[in-house]
């Protein structure tokens, strides 16, 4: 068993999964076993209106490619391992869900309690007669 699993892994390094972004303006390649080996970037993505979102498009280009190699690469594990492989969806892979972002906690604000200052005397080191803190 040892040597097909020494076989599987050096066929995954070896094999190569592209993707690219939804937009298209970055591709992501990666091994078999979802290590990236390259990143292409191109040009209009770099200096067009919306550089701002260049990261997001290069985590889905990787996560795009690394889902590829996952589904190439099950099969493949499951019969190392005798685990029936579970049949591929039938319109390919599912559509990821943007995260969406938790709403915020509210929480009730206590009154806040003012303090008199009139009763301390801020030029001795001791409280007043009624002073309570100083």
């Given at each position: 068993?040892?040597?097909h699993?020494?076989e ?7 094999a190569?999964?592209t993707?690219?972004s939804?937009?298209?303006p970055?591709?992501?390649v ?7 080996v390259?990143l292409r970037?191109d ?11 260049l ?5 889905e280009a990787?996560?795009n ?5 996952r ?11 005798g ?10 892979l599912?559509?990821q ?6 709403e ?11 303090e ?11 409280p ?7």
């Amino acid at each position: 068993m040892q040597q097909h699993a020494a076989e599987l892994d050096a066929r995954l390094a070896a094999a190569r999964h592209t993707a690219r972004s939804a937009e298209q303006p970055v591709t992501a390649v990666v091994t078999g076993q979802g290590k990236l080996v390259d990143l292409r970037i191109d040009d209009r993505a770099l200096y067009g209106a919306h550089a701002q979102k260049l990261g997001l498009a290069i985590v889905e280009a990787v996560r795009n490619a690394r889902n590829e190699a996952r589904t190439a690469s099950l099969p493949q594990l499951n019969a190392l391992f005798g685990k029936p492989s579970a049949p591929p969806p039938a319109t390919g892979l599912l559509p990821q869900r943007q995260p969406v972002a938790p709403e915020p906690v509210r929480r009730p604000v206590a009154p806040a309690e003012e303090e008199n200052f009139e009763e301390l005397d801020f030029l001795t080191d001791e409280p007043d007669s009624g002073g309570a803190r100083w």
